[in-house]
T-cell receptor, first 113, second 116 residues
Framework: GNSVTQMEGPVTLSEEAFLTINCTYT??????LFWYVQYPGEGLQLLLKATKADDKGSNKGFEATYRKETTSFHLEKGSVQVSDSAVYFCALSDQSNTGKLIFGQGTTLQVKP | GAVVSQHPSRVICKSGTSVKIECRSLDFQATTMFWYRQFPKKSLMLMAT?????????EQGVEKDKFLINHASLTLSTLTVTSAHPEDSSFYICSASISGAYNEQFFGPGTRLTVL
């Protein structure tokens, strides 16, 4: 079945450091891929998405590229801020017409000043 | 725009009682709503998908008689945990989308259920 695997957290970085959160997936066909962010006390928000191979999603300085050959969708940011501290979820939506999302386990990012 | 609310934000109940959680789309009509369960340090697990006016579709292993879902209008879905037990204690999250396929899901802030 379809699944998503994220790197274990928590990830602790100093402000302005480079961020990578790894995400790999297993799926049949051509899923759409997403990164969601959950700030403390809030609901999940869509951060970025990519719907086909080699697409790059980007938002708020974050980027992720849909790599079919490595079945990966790693999240990167060149310079993190304290306000980026949150839980990040990688997810996929398969090609069925249901809209279902399958989530990774989430990675907590803590950015220290 | 695209705000989803949940009520209550947290609830504590005694074992054997039933608890209802509401999920509302505040500024859009949601044809599809999803209910997730999140365990500590674990992923969100999809419990069921509900479409307005029809019966919910439950994921494998989710007891439909225990987790009753009603999607009576385009802005409201409810999850009722019947005869709750301590193992039902969890964080329940809903999301809503305008239509099922390939459209963004908007998530509620979640409800923390603790069953004593």
């Amino acid at each position: 079945g379809n699944s998503v695997t994220q790197m274990e957290g928590p990830v602790t970085l100093s402000e302005e450091a480079f961020l990578t959160i790894n995400c790999t997936y297993t799926a049949t066909g051509y899923p759409s891929l997403f990164w969601y962010v959950q700030y403390p006390g809030e609901g999940l928000q869509l951060l970025l998405k990519a719907t086909k191979a080699d697409d790059k999603g980007s938002n708020k300085g974050f980027e992720a590229t849909y790599r079919k050959e490595t079945t990966s969708f790693h999240l990167e940011k060149g310079s993190v801020q304290v306000s980026d501290s949150a839980v990040y979820f990688c997810a996929l939506s398969d090609q069925s017409n249901t809209g279902k999302l399958i989530f990774g386990q989430g990675t907590t990012l803590q950015v220290k000043p | 725009g695209a705000v989803v609310s949940q009520h209550p934000s947290r609830v504590i109940c005694k074992s054997g009682t039933s608890v209802k959680i509401e999920c509302r789309s505040l500024d859009f009509q949601a044809t599809t709503m999803f209910w997730y369960r999140q365990f500590p340090k674990k992923s969100l697990m999809l419990m069921a998908t509900s479409n307005e006016g029809s019966k919910a579709t439950y994921e494998q292993g989710v007891e439909k008689d225990k987790f009753l879902i009603n999607h009576a209008s385009l802005t409201l879905s409810t999850l009722t945990v019947t005869s709750a037990h301590p193992e039902d204690s969890s964080f329940y999250i809903c999301s809503a989308s305008i239509s099922g396929a390939y459209n963004e899901q908007f998530f509620g802030p979640g409800t923390r259920l603790t069953v004593l």
